[in-house]
């Protein structure tokens, strides 16, 4: 037995999706096709027009620069085909695993220069994979009018991670009110490319969800829909065309997905402890296992693992409970469709996330696993932006959860390990 999570994704395997999660250990090579953007995932038609005589063979370099994990992608802007992927740990780790530890560490100039350097860097090795790929497709376009030539880079990122990516000032983003240098869309070179930073909301809420309330055409619907975006922090967005509202909530270590944590896998073995009697609804495991843990499925779950996952879930469910509340939707019978997205929303189990409290059981079977939309999000803004549309973010609210009167008396409320109502 181990101590702890095992992975079954073996070396060559190949997901449809690019979530940025890490597990295939470095292979480029991901399955990623616009029609898992398609109808029968979003709900409406988000397929590409083959516009070729527009932009021919250019090719444009998308990445999610997130707190964990930084994913990257080659893309033909023509009919959006993924040509190369490419992930990576962020070198950032080693300065804390949280937003908040980084930007202390950034208190001190060397260590945010060394920041920002190492996460360049990152993305540089991304850029130079891709113009190894293109230096392969222009052998094989050798005869052909038209050869693939990467045009601009756009990235989305949580505003933390724009902000030390270009080098800003972040010490505003670690005490209240809670200040970023800017919000605004940022246009720069890099590595010799036009390179775009999508737009954030608040210190909270970056280019990264806004890329994904873009690439689910939030801002369009008429149905209300709630965006969950699970990692280090918990990203919220929910509404329709007539309004968005937004929250982020600590999460903690137990939606990362990887390292010492469990992610997607270790919310199934929980529903699976509670359904055979061996965890009760207060997170405290069944003698004998109470001191030492259970082995289960291959990993040794202790009472700490659970208690994380307790923290990040009641956080979560939180935060939904009040959104909806704001929203004026106290049932949350009127969400039509519940998009989880990122790493940890790719693989999560909506059964299992509704056994153990995250949201109700009515929305399990309206939940959606939609990968990583913060990259096919910046896709789309740096297609309209080629394209010569200036995407504009769109308006959304933010709120801070940890100020509402009865975020507290709900939180200790969210850590049982319950059904919700």
């Avoid at 780790?93 to 945010?112: C, F, H, Q």
């Avoid at 270790?266 to 405290?284: H, I, P, Q, Y």
């Avoid at 990040?312 to 509340?325: E, N, Q, S, V």
């Amino acid at each position: 037995m181990t101590n702890g999570p095992t992975n079954s994704f073996k070396r060559g395997n190949r997901c449809r999706i690019c979530t940025g999660c890490g597990r295939c250990f470095g292979n480029r090579k991901a399955d990623v096709v616009s029609s898992f953007l398609g109808q029968d995932i979003y709900g409406n038609d988000l397929f590409l027009s083959k516009d070729s005589e527009t932009f021919g063979a250019e090719c444009i370099a998308v990445a999610d620069i997130g707190t964990t994990t930084v994913a990257m992608q080659l893309r033909r802007i023509a009919d959006g085909e993924i040509l190369d992927t490419y992930t990576c740990f962020n070198p950032q780790r080693e300065y804390g695993v949280d937003v908040l530890s980084r930007i202390e560490a950034a208190e001190k100039p060397e260590a945010a220069k060394a920041m920002q350097e190492a996460i360049q860097k990152a993305l540089g090795d991304g850029i130079a994979g891709f113009y190894r790929k293109l230096s392969l497709l222009q052998l094989k376009a050798a005869e052909q009018a038209k050869k693939p030539v990467l045009k601009r880079l756009v990235i989305a990122a949580n505003t933390t991670m724009a902000h030390l990516f270009m080098g800003y000032d972040v010490s505003g983003l670690g005490k209240y009110p809670f200040t970023p240098h800017t919000l605004s869309a940022v246009r720069t070179r890099f590595l010799e490319l036009d390179t775009l930073l999508l737009p954030g909301v608040s210190a909270f809420i970056g280019g990264d969800i806004v890329a994904g309330i873009h690439a689910l055409h939030m801002q369009e619907r008429k149905e209300i829909t709630l965006l969950l975006d699970l990692g280090t922090n918990g990203e919220m967005v929910l509404g329709n065309r007539d309004r968005l509202i937004a929250a982020s909530a600590a999460a903690g270590p137990a939606f990362e997905g990887n390292g010492e944590t469990f992610g997607t896998d270790f919310m199934a073995l929980t529903a699976r402890l509670l359904e055979e009697g061996l965890l009760d609804s207060s997170g405290l495991l069944a003698d004998p296992y109470f001191e030492n843990g259970v082995d289960i499925g291959g990993v040794r779950i202790t009472g700490g693992y659970i208690r994380n996952l307790q923290m990040a879930k009641a956080a979560i469910a939180t935060g939904i409970a009040i959104l909806c509340r704001r929203y004026g939707i106290g049932d949350m019978d009127s969400i039509e469709r519940v998009w989880l997205a990122g790493g940890m929303g790719y693989y999560l189990d909506p059964k299992a996330a509704a056994a153990v409290g995250l949201f109700p059981e009515k929305l399990a079977d309206r939940t959606r696993a939609v990968g990583n939309t913060a990259l096919e999000g910046a896709f789309l803004y740096g297609r309209e932006a080629a394209a010569g549309k200036e995407p504009a973010a769109p308006a959304v609210e933010v709120f801070n959860l940890a100020q509402e009167p009865d975020f507290q008396e709900r939180y200790i409320a969210g850590m049982e390990l319950c059904p919700c109502k």
